[in-house]
């Protein structure tokens, strides 16, 4: 099993909103990943999660804040965002994360998010 | 800075024919390669993938070829199929920045 899930599958949300995007895995991967893909664009990453901690921060905007409360679960609370900020959001896990490390990258569906 | 390159951002093939989609990198240093096709409104699934130290790797219809003096990799599906008609991403890792590159995608038809 490579799933990786992910809701909602759609979001719209006002400027003022505060929502979050949740993330799941069960494939015992201990690296998780947040892009963000906006149309006929490739993923482009945000944050690294490795064994539950922050590893990699790629300048994001803080109205974006990532949260692994565990091994299986990811989750990207929004607040305050733009509309420029509408875009396919997608999740990844992969076994590890680290130096000398090349593991594949599996992804989920993703939360289409459209920010009014 | 585009390190990873796919400038076909379209391709039509004839089902039954094959389908070969094309990447060319700057980085020397990556050290693993992946294709990923997507689907619209879909995340993206891993296909198939190649070590830096090999020069080929196949599974089923496809096979993923590597050409590290030209920094250029290829993968060719054979025969294609309409379910193949998808957006193709490829991608590449260096192992010390352990940060996967995307290419811009090259969009697949395969007529019937």
């Known amino acids: 099993d490579t799933e990786v899930t992910q809701t909602p599958k759609h979001l719209v949300m006002g400027m003022t909103n505060k929502k979050s995007l949740k993330c799941e895995q069960h494939?015992?991967?201990?690296?998780m990943y947040w892009y963000k893909q906006k149309a006929k664009k490739p993923p482009e990453l945000m944050f690294v999660y490795s064994y539950e901690k922050l590893s990699i921060n790629e300048s994001v905007p803080s109205r974006f804040s990532p949260e692994c409360p565990n091994s299986s679960l990811l989750n990207l609370h929004l607040h305050a965002l733009q509309p420029e900020d509408s875009a396919l959001y997608l999740c990844?896990?992969?076994?590890?994360f680290g130096q000398g490390v090349l593991d594949t990258q599996y992804f989920g569906p993703g939360t289409r998010l459209t920010v009014l | 800075d585009q390190q990873v390159k796919q400038n076909s951002p379209s391709l039509s093939v004839q089902e039954g024919r094959i389908s070969i989609l094309n990447c060319d990198y700057t980085n020397s240093m990556f050290d693993y390669f992946l294709w990923y096709k997507k689907y619209p409104a879909e995340g993206p699934t891993f296909l198939i993938s190649?070590?830096?130290?090999?020069d080929k790797n196949e599974d089923g219809r496809f096979t993923v070829f590597l050409n590290k003096s030209a920094k250029h990799l290829s993968l060719h599906i054979v025969p294609s199929q309409p379910g193949d008609s998808a957006v193709y991403f490829c991608a590449a890792i260096i192992q010390g920045a352990q940060k996967l590159v995307f290419g811009q995608g090259t969009r697949l038809t395969i007529n019937p």
């Open positions: 990844a896990s992969s076994l590890r």
């Open positions: 190649i070590s830096s130290i090999k």
């Open positions: 494939m015992g991967h201990r690296a």
